[in-house]
T-cell receptor, first 115, second 109 residues
């Protein structure tokens, strides 16, 4: 148990649907992250929140919209996705953002399939 | 550009030793991480190196040479449960983590 939970674990959605991914961390961390993991590719950082403020937005299409209502919860709102968005979406947290040695704790991910 | 290279796949025998290499070219360096990821599961932290040399943690050791832009993860006394992907990541000067694509390690009896 890593202390980071994600729901749903699997999601199939059409290109016109709207859905949301949820992440919750029970570790008292101040930073939270969304990553995209595609087969045989490096993890792609999508968004970073520190103390509920967005600090990174790595040129992610606007069809992905993050929300961080408090330091324990992170959402990724999805709308009008494309088939190439099918991937594993991982949430992570760390004690702080910007301290080099702090490792990230990952959730199990949401396997997203866009049809 | 920033780049992390590691082999795509490696095979080793139960009880043996395997070394997984990682080379990097990044904008600055603030430490290197190794993570383990079993299929369908979350990546979990294995090690962090910021100074040159070898860090040992039980059956796993991690080595860093900053001058060569090189690290390796050494796994001893391999067990079947070590079958997983091993991810190398470097923290750059902007404190971003730059990830490699991972090395899938297959352990055979």
């Amino acid at each position: 148990e890593t202390g980071v939970t994600q729901t749903p674990r699997h999601l199939v959605m059409g290109m016109t649907n709207k859905k949301s991914l949820k992440c919750e961390q029970h570790l008292g961390h101040n930073a939270m992250y969304w990553y995209k993991q595609s087969a045989k590719k490096p993890l792609e950082l999508m968004f970073v929140y520190s103390l509920e403020e967005r600090v990174e937005n790595n040129s992610v299409p606007s069809r992905f919209s993050p929300e961080c209502p408090n330091s324990s919860h992170l959402f990724l709102h999805l709308h009008t996705l494309q088939p190439e968005d099918s991937a594993l979406y991982l949430c992570a947290s760390s004690q702080e953002f910007g301290t080099p040695s702090y490792e990230q704790y990952f959730g199990p991910g949401t396997r997203l399939t866009v049809t | 550009g920033q780049n992390i290279d590691q082999p795509t796949e490696m095979t080793a025998t139960e009880g043996a030793i395997v070394q997984i290499n990682c080379t990097y070219q990044t904008s600055g360096f603030n430490g290197l991480f190794w993570y383990q990821q079993h299929a369908g599961e979350a990546p979990t932290f294995l090690s962090y190196n910021v100074l040159d040399g070898l860090e040992e943690k039980g059956r796993f050791s991690s080595f860093l040479s900053r001058s060569k832009g090189y690290s390796y993860l050494l796994l001893k006394e391999l067990q079947m449960k070590d079958s997983a992907s091993y991810l190398c990541a470097v923290r750059d000067s902007n404190y971003q983590l730059i990830w490699g694509a991972g090395t899938k390690l297959i352990i055979k009896p």
